[in-house]
Nanobody, 120 residues
């Protein structure tokens, strides 16, 4: 059974940083991505990257602040989040599929989610 296991969420003050990790078990995916869902809002795309790292997508709201990266040896995707804002508060979900980009709303596999809370 494919599993995506996330870690790294937490509470941070505005302007701070966090790094999320997502390890994929039992399968290698071409595309891995991060989505988030804030209270009362729909889930939204955050960032995606292909396995080679040659193609990367970011939501406009996180460009220049968040960086997605992959460690293929560990089958893990990371999301480095800098200059965090209160509006970044959400549950962050890891996703994996053959292809994911900024227009994606669904994925073949999802992680369990990790809470990120940014205080003002």
């Amino acid at each position: 059974q494919v599993q995506l296991v996330e870690s790294g969420g937490g509470l941070v003050q505005a302007g701070g940083s966090l790094r999320l990790s997502c390890a994929a078990a039992r399968r290698i995916f071409n595309a891995m991505a991060w989505f988030r869902q804030a209270p009362g809002k729909e889930r939204e795309f955050v960032a995606a990257q292909t396995r080679s790292g040659s193609t990367t997508y970011y939501a406009d709201s996180v460009k220049g602040r968040f960086t997605i990266s992959r460690d293929n040896a560990k089958n893990t995707v990371y999301l480095q989040m800098n200059s965090l804002k209160p509006e970044d508060t959400a549950i962050y979900y890891c996703a994996a599929d053959n292809w994911l980009d900024s227009s994606s709303t669904e994925a073949q596999y999802w992680g369990q989610g990790t809470q990120v809370t940014v205080s003002s």
